[in-house]
């Protein structure tokens, strides 16, 4: 299998091609875990020319979208934040716009704080992953072979889930699930749980207070829940 490479630091600036993969095997990993990061199409004005920026006087880093997609297509990605560091809360976010599309394997954000995507769409062969300790939001057009959500303090809240075999989330709060195609649970713990899409909803369980679903034509649904709306 591929091999793992690590780029870690308060603030990090990488530039060139990363490859993880391997000629017979799975491909590896890349991990970048900085304090905040920001995923965008362009880098700040009047940075420095690498792919991840630093703005002056700002505790933060900037990876460039486009790159971002070039080191997806041979690798798997993992980027984590390392937890409140100076002014920062260890946030990574997402802000693409229109016609902005994240590409390649499989991607991991584990975020000390929030996950925000803003993203026209993510379109990946691997699976998703979204792991923070504050809330996660995405309003993006995601397909993924498997969304993996997990929120320890806050809620989830992801819309425009399109070509997913399985989504999980779980969270001790409440979690917005919305789907433009069928939405395929796994497993979904929460507080209150809202389900909706524009088709049908497949689940093998659902564990809640209370559960709404607003679904065009659901097939198969298991749940475990006191209160049902």
Do not use: C
């Amino acid at each position: 299998n591929g091999g793992f490479i690590e780029t870690s630091g308060k603030i990090i600036s990488v530039y060139g091609k990363v490859d993880t993969s391997s000629k017979y095997g799975n491909k590896g990993k890349y991990l970048i875990d900085p304090s905040d990061i920001i995923i965008m199409k362009d880098a700040p004005s009047g940075a420095l020319e690498e792919n991840f920026q630093i703005p002056e006087n700002q505790e933060v880093s900037y990876i460039d979208m486009d790159y971002l997609n070039t080191q997806l297509a041979n690798n798997n990605i993992e980027i984590s934040t390392v937890g409140t560091i100076g002014n920062r809360n260890g946030d990574i976010t997402i802000f693409g716009g229109v016609g902005s599309i994240i590409t390649g394997q499989g991607l991991s954000l584990n975020a000390a704080g929030n996950i925000n995507i803003f993203n026209e769409e993510i379109n990946l062969t691997g699976s998703l992953g979204l792991t923070a300790n504050g809330s996660i939001v995405s309003n993006a057009k995601l397909s993924a072979s498997e969304i993996r959500a997990t929120s320890t303090n806050s809620f989830i809240d992801i819309s425009n889930i399109n070509n997913v075999s399985n989504v999980y989330a779980v969270s001790n709060n409440n979690i917005n699930l919305s789907s433009i195609g069928s939405l395929n649970l796994a497993e979904v713990k929460g507080k209150n749980v809202f389900l909706k899409s524009e088709t049908d909803i497949n689940g093998k369980g659902v564990v809640a207070e209370r559960v709404s679903i607003s679904s065009a034509d659901a097939t198969s649904l298991t749940l475990n829940t006191p209160h049902l709306n």
